[in-house]
């Protein structure tokens, strides 16, 4: 979208009568005013604290408020695909404005920029303008990864750049066609990305130098998924769903664990692998499907088979841009009718079997997280759905209109949720009263 920025609003909550009396007249409510919110748990990257869209907060919601969760701030934000990172009290996400590429530091409770710093040129696309990836924190350290390619880490105190690596031009390569989206992923002392160039398709890089450690993979193209550590067999490893299959990779060495081809149309393997019953889960739109891999370990490596697999027009589950959410062994997800057509059913499927639970025909198109037993969903319109997650029947709690276009998933941090559009970012409290 091409808009320009709304003036900054902001409705933060106080036990103060006067702001409880000035917020409600501002809203045109009587309601009161949430008490601050406690400590954060964070969620400090792409997924949230697991990389698997799950939080391990309780206390929230379970009956919706009559005008829907209480609205603590909105504020101002610029074009681009990235999602909310949360850590420390503070919320990083990646924005396009005045012609360039900014990571930008907000305070997670007010709304309030702490900093701003510019990475790189403005970056433009056919499929829509800005960054796409999700930064990463870790530490005092916040990875960024811009929309050609362009790798920093940045202090999360005053946003002063550490170091700045363009690894798509430094290993001879080209920025994926729809630009670069895998969020980068901090394993211990590494920052591992996805490239794609021919002689590297994965690269680790030294958290605290940018020095290279290990690349690994050949003539594979990045994809837009990003990587992820799943446990297999009581061993860690790196997850990737490039652009023509996944593999599996030693987070120290990037040493090749195992592998299997998933060719879809434009390279479009977005979804992140999830580990499901000790193997792998894989699935892609443009009419693809979904598979589950179990992975057995053969020597210093693994040996990989299908346990079910769903392809083409008949698929229980194919996730476009949207990663399932895995729950007490039932896949939660959205799947994509046709060649990245609008037509997007809300789906839950047996995790172990591929069978069918049930399905919300013709929800649309959106993104889900999860916590405290409930999905919680951004509609590419802009509403947010909360919904019980049931595996017997599909059960919502309600809805609200709340930002504008958008596909990022939210982000949830001590009872507090974050929502982009490419104008704004808005906090609201979904916490029981």
């Not at 946003?159 to 390569?173: C, N, P, S, T």
Request: with cysteine; glycine share 12%; proline share 5%.
């Amino acid at each position: 979208m091409h808009r320009s920025a709304c003036r900054k609003r902001s409705i933060f909550a106080a036990a103060c009568l006067v702001a409880v009396v000035v917020a409600c007249a501002a809203r045109g409510e009587s309601e009161k005013a949430p008490a601050a919110p406690g400590p954060t748990t964070g969620w400090p990257q792409f997924l949230g604290p697991d990389r698997n869209g799950i939080s391990r907060e309780t206390g929230l919601i379970d009956t919706w408020p009559k005008d829907g969760p209480f609205e603590m701030w909105r504020v101002a934000g610029g074009q681009g695909m990235s999602g909310l990172a949360i850590a420390g009290g503070k919320l990083f996400t990646l924005v396009q404005k005045d012609e360039r590429q900014w990571l930008v530091c907000l305070d997670a409770h007010s709304g309030k920029s702490h900093w701003e710093k510019s990475l790189a040129p403005a970056y433009r696309n056919q499929m829509g303008d800005g960054p796409r990836a999700t930064p990463t924190v870790a530490g005092d350290t916040v990875y960024a990864f811009t929309g050609e390619g362009i790798v920093a880490a940045l202090n999360t105190a005053d946003g002063q750049v550490v170091w700045q690596k363009d690894l798509v031009a430094q290993f001879g390569g080209k920025p994926a066609e729809y630009g670069m989206a895998g969020s980068p992923l901090v394993v211990g002392k590494r920052v591992i990305v996805t490239v794609g160039a021919p002689q590297a398709t994965v690269v680790a890089l030294d958290g605290a130098s940018g020095d290279v450690a290990w690349k690994a993979g050949q003539n594979s193209p990045a994809g837009y998924s990003s990587p992820v550590v799943l446990k297999v067999a009581d061993r860690e490893l790196v997850a990737v769903f490039h652009g023509t299959g996944g593999f599996g990779l030693d987070p120290e060495t990037g040493a090749e664990l195992w592998s299997y081809p998933y060719l879809t149309d434009f390279n479009c393997n977005i979804a992140t692998p999830l580990a499901v019953d000790g193997g792998v889960f894989l699935s892609a739109g443009e009419n693809h499907g979904s598979v589950l891999l179990a992975l057995k370990p053969h020597g210093s490596k693994f040996d990989v088979s299908e346990v079910w697999t769903s392809q083409g027009t008949k698929s229980v589950l194919r996730n476009e841009w949207q990663t399932s959410i895995l729950l007490d062994g039932y896949l939660y997800g959205f799947d994509n009718v046709g060649g990245a057509g609008p037509i997007s059913h809300l789906t839950c499927v047996d995790a172990r079997t591929g069978e069918r639970q049930w399905q919300q025909a013709r929800f649309g198109k959106g993104n889900l997280i999860a916590a405290d037993g409930k999905l919680f969903i951004s509609t590419i319109q802009g509403e947010l759905v909360v919904v019980n997650a049931n595996p017997k029947k599909y059960e919502e709690l309600g809805r609200k209109m709340v930002v504008g276009k958008t596909r990022q998933a939210p982000a949830l941090a001590g009872g507090l949720l974050y929502l982009r559009d490419e104008r704004e970012i808005v906090c609201l409290d979904v916490r029981q009263k």
